[in-house]
């Protein structure tokens, strides 16, 4: 699902405009970003959460060349299922 299709069935579900969807998900998507980006983490009860991870530096290979080289450290975003969200997918 991309996207706009995400937004389509936002607007048919909750009888915005398509405008209004498109605001909606943009501000909601802007808000996490925001709120990972200053170190919180973000969660919903029976859904899920947000949070930003430390990955270590490490040693990995050039797949063209078989070359080793070292990456750097780096925070990565990552989201971690809750109970709800779990039962609904099974």
Same mark, same amino acid.
């Given at each position: 699902?991309? #996207?706009? /299709?995400?937004?389509?069935? @936002?607007? +048919?579900?909750? &009888?915005?405009? #398509?405008? /209004?969807?498109?605001?909606? @998900?943009? +501000?909601?998507? &802007?808000?996490?970003?925001?709120?990972?980006?200053?170190?919180?983490?973000?969660?919903?009860?029976?859904?899920?959460?947000?949070?930003?991870?430390?990955?270590?530096?490490?040693?990995?290979?050039?797949?063209?060349?078989?070359?080793?080289?070292?990456?750097?450290?780096?925070?990565?975003?990552r989201f971690t299922a809750g109970s709800g969200l779990?039962?609904?997918?099974?």
């Amino acid at each position: 699902m991309t #996207k706009s /299709d995400f937004v389509d069935k @936002v607007a +048919t579900s909750s &009888g915005l405009s #398509k405008k /209004d969807a498109t605001t909606a @998900v943009d +501000t909601f998507i &802007g808000e996490l970003e925001n709120a990972l980006k200053s170190g919180e983490e973000v969660s919903f009860t029976g859904f899920g959460k947000f949070h930003v991870a430390e990955r270590g530096a490490r040693e990995g290979r050039n797949p063209r060349t078989g070359e080793s080289m070292q990456i750097a450290a780096s925070k990565v975003p990552r989201f971690t299922a809750g109970s709800g969200l779990k039962k609904a997918v099974k």
